[in-house]
Every structure is written in C-alpha cells, then in structure tokens.
C-alpha cells in the first residue's frame, strides 16, 4: 500500500472519528439543554432564576477545571444526587449511557473549553434583534434598582424600566430593589354578598384569614356607656374597621388606603380622645374614612370611643401620656 493511500485513510479514519465526537457533544448538548439548564443555566455558570432561590447553590461548572472533578464523580452525582440539595438523581430520566453522554459534554464545554453553549435569547427562541431590549438590561442584570424612583432615572433608564416590566420581568423578576418590603401580604377576593346562602357545613368561611376578625367579641367589664358604644361599632363601624377593631376583615384589607387598626398601640397611643372624636366626626381625607357629625350625636359619639377605649386600646392622655 502506497504511503499516499494510506495517508488518505488515516485522514478518512481522523475525520470518521472526529464526527463521532462531535455527534456525542452535539447529543450531550440537547440532554443539557433539556434537563440541566434550568438550574445550572446554560452557560453552565449556574446564573439562573431557579438557582438564586436554592441554597446551596447549583455546581457552577464554568468555574470548575477539569481537575476538580473526574467522569466518574460526576456520573454518580447524576445518577445518585446530593442529600440536603435540590441535585436529585436522574436515573428515572436518563439512561446510563445518557448520563455518560451529558457529563462529557459538561466537562468538554464548560470546564475545558470555557464555552457559552446555547444562547437563550435568539431569534430562534423567539427573541429576534434581542439588542432592541437594551435599556432594560441594567434592571435585568441588577445594575439598576427596580424600585429606584423615576426622578432618579433619565429618559432612557425610564424607558428601560417600563421595558423591562413589560417584557423581562415574567423570567428575570429577582431584579435588584432598594426596599424588600413585606414578604408576605394578604390579598381580597370578591364574594357574592347576598342571594347566596352556604350550606350547613361550611368549611371555607369558617378558614378564612378574614372572618375571624368578624366574630363577635364578647367583652366583660364594660360600661353602660360603653356597651352603648358597643351597639354602635357592631351596627356602622365594624363594617370598615372589623369587629376585633383590627381592620383585617374581607371589606377592611380590600380598601386602599387601610382602616386603621385601633388595636394598634403606635396608632392609639399618639391619640388623645379628642383627636379621634375629631377624626370620627369629619372624616379622614383621601380614605374611605367618612364624616359621622351628621350621623351620631355627641353622646354617642362619646359612647362609641367609650367602646373603643375599653374594648381595643387605651388612647394618650389630654396633653401627656398614654392613658
């Protein structure tokens, strides 16, 4: 055999070859893409919105060397996961030879070629001229509060935010805010308030976050003028306010701006008696608050804070202290 030929059958033999490895990478790209990239991102640099939540955090494998771990310490973390993280095992999803396939394709990309994989935002993905959103990328990447006032902001960062509320936010809505504010807070549901009756057993009102606030209290002690007062709050206050004066009732946490809370000893205890009859007899503006003058007397009126007194929350003294 010639040298000649034998060069061109090595040459068939190295490109035959070289197919083969491109055609495992190319398998082990789509099971990334498919079943690890939600986590670990497809970068691999583990930068995704599911990982900001876990602790501790996905592997970052664009950070690693192929040093740091061999083939088969990867391959049994797939199949066996990591106790007290969200890595689980794969073994119900991907075959032996699936798993074998992904990790080389991890090692390869990431860890030894330092590689970006798959671009999400492409036009094949649905997100043709990507560019066209960069004024909202600094709200995406955090560069820019996403609570950070208008006045702070020029025209384009203004633009930007609002293109990034409209368009980003559904994926990237871990961006970056000056105030937490509260984790947590209850939100109002409409429900038909006449012409329906519930059954015998009730076992959806009786859970309710709002109700509770609307059973009767039963208080001990009061006065004659108080349990006056009491007749009154049940038959105009309570509506608003709840029956416990909380204003965690259905209609109470649907109203902006709040009721107040009269249970509440930083609101009570900066109020004399003659600044709440002020504010109950004229109404607070801009509030759902309305002027009771034309509504209750002025015994009532004292019968009722009375109440309120006795019932909820001491109000402050007449030009001194909490009473």
């Known amino acids: 055999m010639s040298n000649k030929l034998l060069g061109v059958l090595l040459s068939l033999l190295s490109l035959s070859a070289l197919a083969e490895v491109d055609a495992d990478h190319e398998a082990g790209r789509q099971l990334y893409n498919y079943r690890c990239y939600y986590c670990h991102g497809y970068s691999g640099d583990a930068k995704t919105l599911a990982a900001s939540w876990m602790d501790p955090k996905p592997a970052n494998f664009a950070a690693m060397s192929l040093n740091d771990r061999t083939q088969e310490q990867m391959e049994t973390v797939v199949h066996q996961g990591i106790e007290g993280t969200a890595m689980m095992s794969f073994d119900y999803f991907l075959s032996a030879a699936e798993v074998s396939t992904v990790v080389r394709f991890i090692r390869k990309e990431f860890m030894e070629n330092k590689a970006a994989n798959t671009h999400y935002h492409t036009a094949e993905a649905g997100w043709p001229n990507h560019e066209r959103y960069q004024a909202a990328f600094p709200f995406a990447t955090g560069e820019l509060p996403v609570d950070l006032a208008d006045d702070k902001l020029n025209n384009e960062q203004r633009a930007g935010k609002v293109l990034y509320l409209k368009a ?120 759902s608050m309305p002027a009771w003058r034309n509504v209750l007397t002025e015994e009532q009126l004292e019968q009722l804070i009375d109440y309120i007194e006795q019932a909820f929350h001491q109000l402050k003294a007449e030009g001194g202290t909490q009473g």
């Open 168 to 287: 980003c936010i559904s994926c990237h809505d871990q961006g970056k805010v000056e105030s937490q504010g509260p984790i947590w807070r209850t939100e109002s549901i409409s429900y038909p308030r006449n012409n329906y009756s519930f059954t015998e057993f009730d076992g959806v009102t009786g859970a309710s976050v709002f109700l509770k606030h609307d059973r009767p209290e039963r208080q001990a002690g009061l006065s004659e003028s108080a349990r006056k007062g009491q007749q009154l709050w049940d038959g105009n206050c309570a509506f608003c306010h709840a029956k416990d004066g909380t204003g965690h009732n259905w209609i109470g946490s649907f109203l902006e701006r709040k009721p107040r809370d009269l249970t509440s000893s930083q609101f009570m205890g900066q109020l004399t008696r003659a600044e709440l009859k002020e504010r109950i007899k004229s109404g607070v503006v801009n509030t």
